[in-house]
């Protein structure tokens, strides 16, 4: 696993609490590119690449996220192989 590529998935109350659009603000903040998404069981996935500290700055964040969320547990871990890197950091809808 690479340190500065993390993927993510975000357990708790973390939809329809502003969670991606907070994550998005703060990679941008950070420096860092990638992804963050809805999954349908009601998790939050993201993927981050960037600078070893922003990538570890930005996954700290995701532990507590938007003051309307309630994080549970993060599942972490490295990006797939040959995983697309974004230009910026998107919102998957």
Same mark, same amino acid.
């Given at each position: 696993?690479? *340190?500065? $590529? ?9 939809? #329809? ?16 590119? #990638? ?14 690449? +960037? ?7 930005? *996954?700290?964040? $995701?532990?507590? +996220?938007?003051?309307? *969320? ?7 871990? #490295? $990006?797939?192989? +040959?995983?697309? $890197?974004?230009? +910026? ?5």
């Amino acid at each position: 696993m690479s *340190a500065n $590529c993390l993927r993510l998935r975000i357990h708790g109350r973390v939809q #329809g609490v502003w969670f991606r659009e907070s994550t998005k603000s703060r990679a941008l903040e950070l420096g860092v590119s #990638g992804w963050v998404r809805n999954l349908g069981d009601g998790t939050v996935e993201a993927e981050m690449h +960037g600078e070893v500290a922003a990538v570890r700055a930005l *996954a700290d964040w $995701c532990r507590v +996220g938007p003051p309307a *969320a309630r994080v549970e547990r993060v599942e972490e871990g #490295g $990006c797939p192989e +040959g995983g697309a $890197c974004h230009e +910026g950091f998107v919102v998957l809808r």
